[in-house]
């Protein structure tokens, strides 16, 4: 049985694993050479962070798990990732959009969590939030860019927004793992405010509309997913699956 | 042309081919004759443009790296060769030619890259391969180029090969797990060195007596050994790795010459070569399809790009 933490720690990184490997995607595919570099190196880091996040599951799970049995050999039902981060890469407008939304909320997130209790959990937050705000001013700029640069960007970009719109409830809702970790786990709700507060100003400053209509999808952290993340998943273990207990 | 600027010219020349003679570098600004320029390009241009197709045929295995650190590792190695890709267009620049100019030209085929990029990654060992086979010729290649002419490739060449060598390490050690491993996980190391060992031989280019650009390019200082010399220097320090790992590289012909001190091999295949050299590899037009796509579909960012900057340069004057 995974206990409160163990769950905690899990959903985190479903979250960077299957985000990395959407941004993975774009390697050899970007609109600029310069951007296939920086979306891979965005990749690594956020891979870099699932791997911090497994390996603290591992030594918190009593079957001992290895971060790659977590990795590859969980099916979709047992990834508790939110859906925001497992849809897939759509246009670069929805990357980008998708990023700035994710990147806006990590950082406040890293910086609540350097204050966990739980003394790697912030250990972790305390390296991630400095990668995680280069990540933010990157976002940031490209939303300047679609936003104002051509009639085609802007329509792309408000069509990305319409489209993760309604993702955005879950990275505020508290789970239940969550609500028995006071202290070690953030309170989601707590950030909701100030992120929303952040997404509305910069908006403002570019003259885009939010979405007026609200709507929301969630289930990522109970295995409620979206049909993208099955395929994803098998691509992705294959080649551990169809070895079980090879080494590389 | 006048007499006065044929001998303003001939002055010109001489300069330049003394700093050839003296092993200075030429730099950006330097007079050099058209053909040496011309020559650069084609060289430089090629070798960025197959830093960036190499990307391909890697990135085919990073969403199915078998774990986490060996997908870190092929994401940092291929996001390198994006950079390299990246230094060497910029290097080609200083002779005059602009990235898209030169990505025009490998799109329309004028320009090539390594061909060795033509054939599929079919299994998880082709990426261990890869990195030993087809990185460790390139640096066998690129040391010799450290010492090039032109100012700007060999600093590229030198920043460059200390990557290069941490790939060539990565790509061995991907085999070394897989023949420590399962016999399937054997079988599957000695298939890829089956199948890329005589590309890797290949990208060394044509025997010296028929190479096209061989001998002007070592008179310019350009090229700096051989293709067969630098050929030889990689079987020879690359048989004695394989035979560490257990694995049979698909020659009858190798031998130890000690007469020579060198290993013997057997003939390359120029036909199949050619074949692939002139579109018919199994990728050739899967390589550029995909580059092709990559930067249609990426052109209306490239324009919002564009639009904002000018929009920001007039609200700076503004």
Redesign the interface.
Known sequence: MDTPLLKYVLGLADDNMVLS?RL??W???????????AL??V??DI??R??MF?QYASVLDEQKRS??DF??CRSEREYTNLLIHELPIG??AFTMARQWFLDEFSQLYFSALSHSKDETLAGIAAKCIKESGYHLVRSRNWI???A???E??RR?LLAAIDELWGYRHELFETTQAESLLSGVAVNRADLKDTWMTNINDLSARLNIELPDKDWFVTGGRRGEHSEHLGPMLA??Q???RC?PG??? | MTKAECQIEQQLLEQFEAKIAADDKIEPKDWMPEAYRANLIRQMSQHAHSEVIGMQPEGNWLSRAPNLHRKMVLLAKVQDEAGHGLYLYSATETLGITRDEMVTAMHQQRAKYASIFNYPTLTWADIGAIGWLVDGAAIVNQISLQLTSYGPYSRAMIKICKEESFHQRQGYNILIKLCEGSEEQKAMAQDALNRWWWPSLMMFGPHDRESAHSQRSMGWKIKRKSNDDLRQKFVDQTVPQAEFLGLKIPDSDLAWNAQRGHYDFGDIDWREFERVINGNGPCNRERIRHHKRAQDEGAWVRQAMAAYDIKQAGQRVA
């Open positions: 490997q993975t995607e390697c050899s595919n970007g609109p600029t050479l310069e951007e296939d570099i891979t190196n990749a690594l891979l870099g699932a791997r497994y971060e790659d990795a590859m246009d670069f300047c860019v679609l104002e640069g051509t085609e960007s792309r691509e992705m294959y080649l551990a070895f090879a080494k590389w």
